[in-house]
């Protein structure tokens, strides 16, 4: 139980271009999910925290006009990328929760903008 | 000062020995406690979750929780070169209502067979 999945794994695109990278609970209804960001040899740093329905709260630094979120249901949220850049290559990971339990990841989306 | 300390390592074990991570904090706050291993390019996996003090085990995993020191601790017995990994422990305090977590820096464990 408790699998959280993130489309697509991997995404190159041209620097300007917008990315969508969605995030989905499979067997579990999630009250909350979370958007992190990781560089290599680095811990997560949490990006933004999202609930079904409402706007995502974002992290200081992190700009919500350039990382928008949606968390449209239960089992689904995603992060687009918009004007992506080359400094915003990096691994984006989500994961969700159920009830402020504990949090599953997903398997991580590698982003690189050339 | 980070509020989770972990010693980023690496960690080199012979395999059939025992790995043992631990992680101090400050916030007296915390109350939910995981660790999580993370394989090079994929997404956190996690192993064990405590609330407050005390220890659990699953299989080869052991957890132990010490909220008078702020320190917990995972050990794994009779590693095998697939523990090879970032081991991460991370924590939570009822007074975030959703539950955001503080993450240590991570521990790479190298297992040697």
């Known amino acids: 139980g408790a699998v959280v999945s993130q489309h697509p794994s991997r995404v190159i695109c041209k620097s300007g271009t917008s990315v969508k990278i969605e995030c989905r609970s499979l067997d579990f209804q999630a009250t909350t999910m979370f958007w992190y960001r990781q560089f290599p040899k680095q811990s997560l740093m949490l990006m933004a925290t999202s609930n079904e329905g409402s706007k995502a709260t974002y992290e200081q630094g992190v700009e919500k006009d350039k990382f928008l979120i949606n968390h449209a249901s239960l089992t689904l949220s995603t992060l687009t990328v918009t004007s992506a850049h080359p400094e915003d290559s990096s691994f984006y990971i989500c994961s969700a929760s159920f009830e402020r339990e504990t949090q599953y990841f997903g398997p991580g989306t590698r982003l690189l903008v050339l | ?113």
Do not use: H
Request: proline share 5%; charged share 20%.
């Open chain 2, 1 to 113: 000062q980070k509020e989770v300390e972990q010693d980023p390592g690496p960690l080199s074990v012979p395999e059939g020995a025992i790995v043992s991570l631990n992680c101090t904090y400050s916030n007296s706050a915390f109350q939910y406690f995981m660790w999580y291993r993370q394989y090079s390019r994929k997404g956190p996996e996690l192993l064990m979750y405590t609330y407050s003090s005390g220890n659990k085990e699953d299989g080869r995993f052991t957890a132990q929780v010490d909220k008078s020191s702020k320190y917990i601790s995972l050990f794994i017995r009779d590693s095998q070169p697939s523990d090879s990994a970032t081991y991460l422990c991370a924590m939570s305090s009822l007074d975030d209502s959703w539950g955001k977590l503080q993450f240590g820096a991570g521990t790479q464990v190298v297992v040697t067979p």
